[in-house]
């Protein structure tokens, strides 16, 4: 029994290279200079990965894509500040939970329709390391990735974000610590603590999750 | 290990940062409890399941509408403005550039006079000496009234400037110390001459008829006598040539702009006064901050220029035009002048211009009388230029 096997960022966004970080600091370096190109690379580059990660802090697509405009707007405009010895993605992904947390204190807390399905059609890899699915376990993980949307949407607001920057976006310690701005000693427990509260919501899911996922 | 327990190790286990004993405990505990063994095969499949969930795919219309708003482009240019702000020096006035400019011409032509002075002879030097040592304390001058003036002017003047001040005045310190080296060296010269010369007489008093060899030393000195007075006498010509291009030059630098050492105020006097700005001689300077006159102020241009400063009754200029009005006419025209008191004399119009040619009036009739004077002083040089066009050999003298 080992640690899950944890996506890295390069299997996750095949648009990456090895020194992702670095080719991303330049290309806000090339931004701060007024290059125009190099915004539209960037967007390119990291559209989809911001707008999710919205998607699931907020659990509401047509909001998660206004404020991922709000987001590359300031990363735009903001592009001057970026210090080029820092990390990239994390300065982009700070601007994002930034703006999420932002939206979520600004809102009323809104009731969470547990509408899986909402957004815009999802494409299914219906195979695993192990080969083609059968239509059972095909079945079962459809229904996994219900609960799991469910109990993220379920969770504290801080506690789904730190858990969504670990094992949705699969940032390092170090990357949530700049994010969140804290030491990462503390991103540890924060994790930790998320992950239970997340297992105790998960599993209170496991009987009749069909009827409220479908609710 | 209890169930709550084993349950709270469950994330760490999954991130796989359990010492070995614990993850052996846990995982022993995990295989005998079914309850918990099921609990954790489910969380880390929902762990699983998180970092796989998939990416929905991003509107085309996303982008096309991201570059399209309008704050993209606006607030970009406000934070490049700012950061420009920030690093970026303030546009430099011509008036300090052009100061600037002028005080590094002064030196490097004060250099230049010093350079073809250091080549030459000894004899006759000492005069240009001084008249080089002036041109230097002038340039001092210059430059300290350049530097007040941006500071004033341009408080936070740029580096720039800074840079070509601090460069002028070391240029100018670095002159100082050749030429008080030089001056060393030419007293050393004299000495050594006078020496020579003493030796001659000494030898020519002593040993009489000593032979060629004290002829050929006494005529040697006195070849090398009269080749050094030759020569400082060719070279003292060319330097004063060399001095007069000097004030020349910097007369066009001063009538170049504000740059110049004119005074702003007295310029605006003028305009107002309605003086012609072409025909306007360069004659204001600013020296510790006081107005003064240049010293070549007394040529016969300078005369309606002084007389329009005056009436300009500007309480710094207009006193001082007075004085050099006063100093430039008082012998000149004291016939005229004289002629014209006796006129209203006889006219019976006794008042405070009976002060005017001597006796001082009192301090309440002194405007007045300055007044007078200085129309008297008009009409003198009216009548003076008149004399001028008809062509006649000197100024007429008023009856």
């Known amino acids: 029994m080992g640690a899950l096997h944890r996506m890295t960022p390069e299997e996750r966004s095949p648009v990456e290279d090895a020194g992702g970080a670095l080719a991303d600091g330049e290309y806000l370096l090339r931004i701060a200079a007024g290059d125009r190109g190099a915004f539209k690379d960037l967007l390119c580059r990291y559209q989809e990965r911001i707008l999710n990660l919205l998607y699931r802090m907020i659990h509401d697509w047509d909001t998660a894509l206004d404020l991922a405009q709000e987001v590359f707007i300031k990363v735009h405009n903001r592009a001057t500040t970026f210090d080029p010895r820092g990390n990239a993605r994390a300065w982009l992904i700070t601007i994002a939970v930034n703006a999420a947390r932002d939206h979520l204190r600004k809102k009323p807390r809104i009731v969470y329709l547990e509408n899986f399905e909402a957004c815009a059609a999802v494409s299914h890899r219906f195979e695993s390391a192990h080969g083609p699915l059968t239509p059972p376990e095909i079945l079962a993980r459809e229904e996994t990735r219900k609960q799991v949307h469910v109990a993220v949407g379920r969770m504290q607001e801080f506690q789904r974000i730190v858990l969504l920057l670990r094992d949705f976006e699969g940032l390092s310690y170090e990357e949530i610590a700049e994010v969140l701005g804290c030491e990462i000693g503390t991103v540890k427990s924060r994790i930790h603590r998320a992950r239970k509260q997340f297992e105790e919501i998960f599993q209170g899911l496991a009987s009749g999750a069909g009827e409220e996922c479908l609710a | 290990m209890k169930c709550d327990q084993a349950r709270e190790w469950f994330s760490h286990l999954i991130e796989g940062d359990l010492p070995a004993a614990e993850r052996t405990q846990v995982a022993e505990h995990i295989d005998r409890c079914p309850a918990c063994g099921e609990r954790y095969r489910r969380f880390e499949r929902g762990i699983q399941s998180l970092r796989e969930l998939p990416r929905h795919p991003v509107p085309r219309s996303f982008a096309s509408d991201l570059l399209a708003r309008p704050e993209l482009n606006d607030g970009r240019q406000a934070a490049l403005a700012r950061a420009g702000d920030a690093v970026l020096p303030r546009p430099r006035s011509w008036k300090a550039v052009a100061g600037s400019a002028a005080a590094l011409l002064a030196v490097a032509a004060g250099v230049a006079v010093y350079l073809e002075w250091r080549v030459s002879g000894v004899g006759g030097q000492r005069e240009l000496l001084a008249r080089i040592e ?75 008829g000593a032979g060629g060899e004290l002829t050929a030393l006494r005529s040697e000195l006195a070849e090398l006598a009269s080749t050094l007075r030759r020569e400082a006498g060719e070279e003292a010509k060319t330097q004063r040539g060399n001095l007069e291009r000097l004030a020349e030059r910097v007369g066009e630098l001063a009538a ?90 006889k006219g019976e119009r006794q008042g405070p211009i009976g002060g005017i040619l001597g006796n001082r009036a009192e301090p309440a009739q002194a405007e007045d009388e300055e007044s007078r004077l200085v129309q008297y002083y008009k009409e003198f040089w009216v009548e003076e230029q008149r004399g001028v066009q008809r062509a006649s050999p000197g100024p007429k003298q008023a009856p």
Not at chain 2, 186 to 198: I, K, S
Not at chain 2, 315 to 322: D, N
């Open chain 2, 134 to 208: 002036a041109e230097h304390a002038a340039n001092v001058r210059a430059v300290e009234e350049l530097r007040s003036r941006h500071s004033a002017e341009d408080e936070d003047g740029s580096a720039q400037q800074e840079r070509l001040l601090a460069a002028a005045a070391e240029e100018n310190g670095r002159l100082a110390r050749e030429l008080q080296a030089q001056g060393e060296i030419l007293r050393n010269l004299e000495a050594a001459l006078r020496a020579v010369e003493a030796e001659g007489r000494l030898a020519r008093n002593e040993s009489g």
């Open chain 2, 256 to 345: 170049a702009g504000a740059a110049t050492p004119g005074d702003a105020r007295a310029r605006t006097a003028l305009a107002e006064s309605g003086a012609d700005e072409e025909q306007e001689p360069v004659l204001l300077l600013r020296e510790n901050n006081r107005p003064v006159l240049r010293p070549d102020w007394t040529h016969s241009g300078a005369a309606p220029y002084l007389f329009r400063l005056y009436e300009s009754r500007d309480p710094e200029w207009s006193p001082l035009a007075f004085q050099a009005l006063d100093q430039h006419f008082r012998l000149r025209a004291q016939g005229f002048v004289a002629a014209r008191v006796q006129r209203e004399r």
